[in-house]
T-cell receptor, first 113, second 114 residues
Framework: DSGVTQTPKHLITATGQRVTLRCSPR?????VYWYQQSLDQGLQFLIQ???????AKGNILERFSAQQFPDLHSELNLSSLELGDSALYFC????????????FGPGTRLTVL | AQSVTQPDIHITVSEGASLELRCNYS??????LFWYVQSPGQGLQLLLK??????LVQGIKGFEAEFKRSQSSFNLRKPSVHWSDAAEYFC????????????FGTGTRLQVFP
C-alpha cells in the first residue's frame, strides 16, 4: 500500500458525459501528479500540482482539467468524454516538486461506452 | 526530448532462472532512473531508483539495476525469478530540469513458467 488513495476504483459512463476522479496523496506529500495509461498511448504524464499550484503540464487534453485543494487532495475532471478516453488514470504523490520518488495510487479505471 | 526504450515487449522465463530486463534512455545529461512493477489490476510499485552515486542499485524483492552511462542503459536484473514476479515492468526517467514528470517506457510483460 503506497499511501495514495484514489476514488472511485471503477467508473463506467457514456460519451459526452463528465466525470471527476479524486486522489488523496500520502501524508506529508505536497506534489500530486496525474498519469493516463491506455493500450495505444502507454503511460503518459498529464499534469502536476505542487502545494495547490499547477507546476507542469503534459499531454493533457483541453477537455481535461485538474486542481489541488488546500487539504492537498486533487481532482481530475474529464468532460465531453469520448470512447478514446477509456483508460486507467493514476495519481502519484511526492514530498516536494523535484528530485523525489513518486508513489502511485491504485488507479481509477474509466470506461466510456 | 527525453525518451525511454524497453526493447522487449514480452519475456518468458522459468521459475528459478535469472532475469534481465533492458532499458535504454535518451537524455543529454545524467537522468534520474526508476523501475516500477505493475501486477495485474494493480497500481505501480517502485522497485528501485538511481539518482547518483553507486551505479549498481539494490531494490525490493531481490531486484537490482545497473546504470551504464556509456550505453545509456539501466537494466533490471534478478538472479532467481519467482512465480510471483510475473507482472509488467516499467522503466522511467525524470530529468528534474523544468519538471519532475516521469517519462515511461512501453513496459515489458514478464511471464514465469513453473
Amino acid at each position: 500500500d503506497s499511501g495514495v488513495t484514489q476514488t472511485p476504483k471503477h467508473l463506467i459512463t457514456a460519451t459526452g458525459q463528465r466525470v471527476t476522479l479524486r486522489c488523496s496523496p500520502r501524508s506529508g506529500d505536497l506534489s500530486v501528479y496525474w498519469y493516463q495509461q491506455s493500450l495505444d498511448q502507454g503511460l503518459q504524464f498529464l499534469i502536476q500540482y505542487y502545494n495547490g499550484e499547477e507546476r507542469a503540464k503534459g499531454n493533457i487534453l483541453e477537455r481535461f482539467s485538474a486542481q489541488q485543494f488546500p487539504d492537498l487532495h486533487s481532482e481530475l475532471n474529464l468532460s465531453s468524454l469520448e470512447l478514446g478516453d477509456s483508460a486507467l488514470y493514476f495519481c502519484a504523490s511526492s514530498v516536494s516538486d523535484s528530485t523525489d520518488t513518486q508513489y502511485f495510487g491504485p488507479g481509477t479505471r474509466l470506461t466510456v461506452l | 526530448a527525453q525518451s525511454v526504450t524497453q526493447p522487449d515487449i514480452h519475456i518468458t522465463v522459468s521459475e528459478g532462472a535469472s532475469l534481465e530486463l533492458r532499458c535504454n534512455y535518451s537524455y543529454g545529461a545524467t537522468p534520474y532512473l526508476f523501475w516500477y512493477v505493475q501486477s495485474p489490476g494493480q497500481g505501480l510499485q517502485l522497485l528501485l531508483k538511481y539518482f547518483s552515486g553507486d551505479t549498481l542499485v539494490q531494490g525490493i524483492k531481490g531486484f537490482e539495476a545497473e546504470f551504464k552511462r556509456s550505453q545509456s542503459s539501466f537494466n533490471l536484473r534478478k538472479p532467481s525469478v519467482h512465480w510471483s514476479d510475473a507482472a509488467e515492468y516499467f522503466c522511467a526517467v525524470a530529468t528534474y530540469r523544468n519538471t519532475d514528470k516521469l517519462i515511461f517506457g512501453t513496459g515489458t510483460r514478464l511471464q514465469v513458467f513453473p
